[in-house]
């Protein structure tokens, strides 16, 4: 007796199948095989074979870029589908997925014909100009439909230059499709304007365009402007232009591998931002650029905290410098990678208009500011006697020098200075459960076991995650450990963590007793490293998998809206 073959199980998920078939139904009924309602009918049926979100969601894909006489045929569709849980979905993919801005918009439209109430004539409300990608754009002239009176809109929202500044880049990014011609005349349009609105996104440009025709361009419209008793009105969008040079800090300069330059631009009342540059003499930067990044906006006492005084916890001695030094030393830099050929950061090109407005190609009023500065500035390294040691030269068979070889003194701890730093932040951890005597439970055990923590950041640590960002995982999760602590006379177990406990952290705890201003996409990075511990802890079976999960779930509640938070109330006892 034969044994009946086994018929094989497809692998496909069925949701892949609802694009092509409901575009298979969408032929049928342009070709006229289906009238409206057998249309209607067989989409239906195919929900319920599928899902409404696939078919909501291959809807969009076929409306997107579709020509007009297949738009009007799924417009026909739209109305019929528009019960509570469409309606929610397509929000949510408005709000929250990762679609193309055309697909968002595409939703949008859609909502629009379901009756939801939709302004299509200002998308401004629904997304974040920094949600524009290039990919989106096919030319510069598509971002018409945004107008620029929305992205005027945008910025004037932004209570911090910095958030300016990030939405000012992605727009010069987006225009790099049209060339400078592109911003020249968008520039020349605002200068038409003649509005304080228009004031304020000249400044914009003028602060942060990489191009210097069009920097001058805009610098001119305001002046003209001016002339008319017309100025830019946005505080945040005014401190770019009226930040002044504050100070600057170095590491050693006579270093033979390295050195960290810190140089800080005053911006609004009392906020600093600083350029943060390493240069490496080792081989193949030979003293270029190797890192750079900005710091976000802060006051000078946060800056001393978190810069000088960590890094002289560690035994990086930072001491201030005047300007004229600490420029020189960016120049010379530059330089070394220009002649090596070393590619400069990516980070570099990123906010390449920042740097060349303050280092590279400063005004004369910046100068003349930080001249002033100078003045009275003591430079806390003093003048370098002879030129430093530079490394280790390999001198060839033939008596020429080879390469800079990034090769450590038989004396210099280089090669460990990422383990000490590592083990500087476990004794950190160490210390703090030191100090935690009066606070363990009667199994002498802390909130967070000492052993979970330290078996914690040994895993990352080992996945390869840095050690600066090991810090801040730490830092994040000692200030929810602090919550717990001073909030409750009894404080909770991890296990027993609701999402009001994280709500409560990141916006009441947090405005009242962390100096530290954030944003809410910053306070999301806090919670991340929450929720990633927990998602540690439930992978050891420290915690069940579903404590895990309510914590995660909690934290997309409380950043589900893009740009703000959504507080989760506490539970009614």
């Not at 291959?58 to 569709?77: C, F, P, S, Y």
């Not at 911003?183 to 003649?194: H, R, Y």
């Not at 002649?339 to 906010?351: A, D, S």
């Not at 020098?401 to 932040?425: H, K, Q, S, T, W």
């Amino acid at each position: 007796m034969s044994k009946k073959k086994k018929q094989k199980k497809s692998n496909i998920p069925i949701q892949t199948l609802a694009r092509p078939r409901l575009e298979k139904i969408l032929t049928r009924y342009q070709q006229g095989e289906l009238d409206g309602d057998e249309y209607i009918a067989a989409i239906e049926t195919l929900i319920t074979e599928i899902s409404r979100e696939a078919i909501l969601e291959a809807l969009i894909g076929l409306l997107d870029g579709a020509d007009n006489e297949r738009k009007d045929a799924l417009m026909v569709a739209i109305p019929k589908l528009g019960d509570e849980t469409s309606t929610k979905h397509l929000w949510q993919l408005v709000r929250r997925s990762k679609l193309s801005m055309g697909a968002k918009m595409t939703a949008l439209v859609i909502l629009k014909q379901m009756g939801e109430d939709v302004d299509l004539d200002n998308p401004g409300e629904y997304f974040s100009w920094r949600d524009i990608k290039q990919a989106d754009l096919d030319e510069v002239a598509s971002m018409g439909r945004f107008g620029l009176h929305a992205i005027i809109k945008e910025l004037q929202k932004m209570d911090n230059p910095d958030d300016v500044e990030a939405i000012m880049f992605q727009f010069e990014d987006i225009t790099k499709a049209g060339g400078a011609d592109a911003i020249q005349v968008i520039a020349e349009d605002l200068i038409k304007m003649g509005d304080a609105a228009a004031a304020d996104m000249l400044a914009a440009i003028a602060a942060t365009t990489t191009y210097a025709n069009i920097r001058k361009t805009a610098r001119k419209g305001l002046l003209k402007l001016s002339g008319q008793n017309v100025f830019p009105q946005t505080a945040s969008i005014k401190a770019l232009l009226e930040e002044r040079f504050y100070a600057a800090y170095c590491t050693d300069p006579a270093h033979p591998w390295q050195q960290q330059i810190a140089i800080l631009f005053e911006r609004g009342s009392n906020l600093v931002q600083a350029l943060v540059f390493l240069l490496d003499f080792g081989h193949p930067w030979q003293g270029a650029i190797k890192d750079f990044f900005p710091t976000h906006s802060m006051t000078p006492r946060q800056f001393q905290r978190e810069f000088i005084d960590s890094a002289n916890r560690h035994e990086v001695e930072q001491r201030q410098v005047p300007y004229h030094r600490a420029r020189k030393f960016i120049l010379d830099a530059l330089e070394a990678n220009r002649k090596y050929k070393v590619k400069l950061p990516p980070e570099y090109h990123q906010f390449q208009a920042m740097v060349e407005r303050r280092i590279v190609d400063p005004s004369p009023q910046t100068l003349a500011y930080a001249a002033e500065v100078d003045a009275q500035t003591e430079d806390e390294w003093g003048e370098l006697t002879g030129e430093p040691i530079r490394g280790l030269e390999i001198i060839g068979p033939k008596g020429e020098r080879m390469p800079v070889m990034a090769l450590g003194d038989p004396n210099d701890d280089v090669f460990e200075d990422e383990i000490d730093d590592f083990n500087g932040l476990l004794a950190e951890v160490a210390d703090y459960y030191d100090g935690l005597q009066n606070k363990l439970d009667e199994h002498g055990e802390y909130i967070l076991p000492y052993d979970w923590l330290v078996d914690y950041l040994n895993a990352r640590y080992e996945q390869g995650i840095e050690v600066d960002e090991l810090n801040d995982y730490w830092l994040d999760l000692s200030d929810f450990l602090s919550y717990l602590d001073e909030g409750y006379d009894t404080p909770p177990t991890l296990a027993d963590i609701q999402g009001y406990h994280l709500s409560e952290f990141i916006t009441e705890f947090w405005d009242d007793n962390i100096e530290e201003e954030l944003s809410p996409e910053e306070r999301g990075e806090v919670v991340n490293a929450i929720c990633d511990l927990y998602n540690y802890l439930a992978e050891q079976k420290h915690l069940l998998a579903k404590v895990a999960r309510r914590v995660s779930e909690a934290a997309e509640s409380i950043f589900e809206k893009p740009g703000q938070l959504t507080p989760i109330p506490r539970l009614e006892s």
